[in-house]
């Protein structure tokens, strides 16, 4: 498990900024429908998002989140995974997640990011705006591997994500690194137990040997999921990360 259900980021809104929010259906180029959520800032060529969730897919913490990119000018689109299992209809927080996670693929995540990814280049004057990926946990991995997905991205940003753990056909990310093209951030808890420093320093070894840029971050004593404005204890944590996240962005943008 990732956040609970009423988490929200620890990211103070900006006051006054213009964007537009939409909650939409995106078409992978499988012919799935999934749902996304949209804030757009209406900047033609600036840097552009996909937000990638946790287990639970689409739900208001990542939604709050693509709002925030969109106040710095970012048009966002956070995205469901569930579309080929559990459909478009709005879920609560009694949906029971699991046996979906278990049957996404590779190829649908691929399918999925792509769709959105298309989605923020749609007009002629976006056709080559620089876009990220940033996902949490399951979505950090999740995004670490679109680096591979021949998507065209500018950089890939993962929270969280377990790198050397592969689930079905879905690799780890670890594991793909001669294919990643474009640099990554990794953004990690020091006490998380789901990602001991070995699995963080196999990744370091495996992105240095391969010679992808990258940034791999641990806050000792942070454990998974700090980023929460709940989390009070970790607030210090939490804006270093989003400092470097935008840091990020506009060094490879």
Known sequence: MCFDQDAKPPITPITGASYSTESMILIAEDGTEFMAYAARAGVPGSPAIVVMPDVRGLYPFYEELADRFAELGYDSIAIDYFGRTAGTEPRDGEFDFWPHVEQTTHAGLKADVGAAVAALRDSDANKSRPVF??????????????????????????????????????PAPASMVAEFACPVLGLLGGDDASIPPEDVAAFEAALTGAGVSHILHTYPGAPHSFFDRKAEEFADESADAWTRVLAFIAENS
Do not use: E, M, N
């Open 133 to 170: 990926t940033v996902g949490f946990c399951f979505g950090g991995s999740s995004s670490w591997l679109q680096a591979a997905a021949g998507h065209g991205l500018k950089g890939v940003i993962g929270f969280y994500g377990r790198p050397t753990s592969a689930r079905g056909d879905v």
